[in-house]
T-cell receptor
């Protein structure tokens, strides 16, 4: 099955600086990679996603890059703000031989923005 | 749109008791997912349904766990008997296949088994 590794597990960044979170996946057939943000005590919420036919996607201060050859994708947050403090999860969607779809999540990165 | 609705939001029970968690997916969504989140194991997919049919239950930890989806607007996750190690936050998520891949999560049920 799919295996997703996420690094770092914790990240502290000065307000205004950039933050980068990296994930690798094992199943070369995985075709969809969402990123979720989870604030303390709340539900995971999608912040950006990328499909395997695209190398990069940007939405305001957030961008995601995908390297299919290396099976690696990253989340970039620029001009960080205190409200960016949260746990971020990457995920990869794989499809089995029977057509079953499954999102496998990384272990999460706790991002702290230092004012 | 009310989003995914889960009940109860919090549940405290004693070991051995039956626990039933409920989920109402977003109207029009035809895939529903049950996840469990703990500090030790992160977010784990327990089971998912497509058009009310269980597709993949390989994540269900053991026979004490069961899930049903009797219709397109309702699903339950049952634990019987419950054990302290079942303590976790249980999330339900839904999405519409064919038009997008985004899964929308419910607020979760925080379960504590004493």
């Amino acid at each position: 099955g799919e295996n997703v590794e996420q690094h770092p597990s914790t990240l502290s960044v000065q307000e205004g600086d950039s933050a980068v979170i990296k994930c690798t996946y094992s199943d070369s057939a995985s075709n969809y990679f969402p990123w979720y943000k989870q604030e303390l005590g709340k539900r995971p919420q999608l912040i950006i996603d990328i499909r395997s036919n695209v190398g990069e996607k940007k939405d305001q201060r957030i961008a995601v890059t995908l390297n299919k050859t290396a099976k690696h994708f990253s989340l970039h947050i620029t001009e960080t703000q205190p409200e960016d403090s949260a746990v971020y999860f990457c995920a990869a969607r794989s499809v089995s031989n029977f057509g079953n779809e499954k999102l496998t999540f990384g272990t999460g990165t706790r991002l702290t923005i230092i004012p | 749109d009310a989003g995914v609705i889960q009940s109860p939001r919090h549940e405290v029970t004693e070991m051995g008791q039956e626990v039933t968690l409920r989920c109402k997916p977003i109207s029009g969504h035809n895939s529903l997912f049950w996840y469990r989140q703990t500090m030790m194991r992160g977010l784990e997919l327990l089971i998912y349904f497509n058009n009310n049919v269980p597709i993949d239950d390989s994540g269900m930890p053991e026979d004490r766990f069961s899930a049903k989806m009797p219709n397109a607007s309702f699903s339950t996750l049952k634990i019987q008997p419950s054990e302290p190690r079942d303590s976790a936050v249980y999330f339900c998520a839904s999405r519409r296949t064919g038009l997008g891949e985004t899964q929308y999560f419910g607020p979760g049920t925080r379960l504590l088994v004493l």
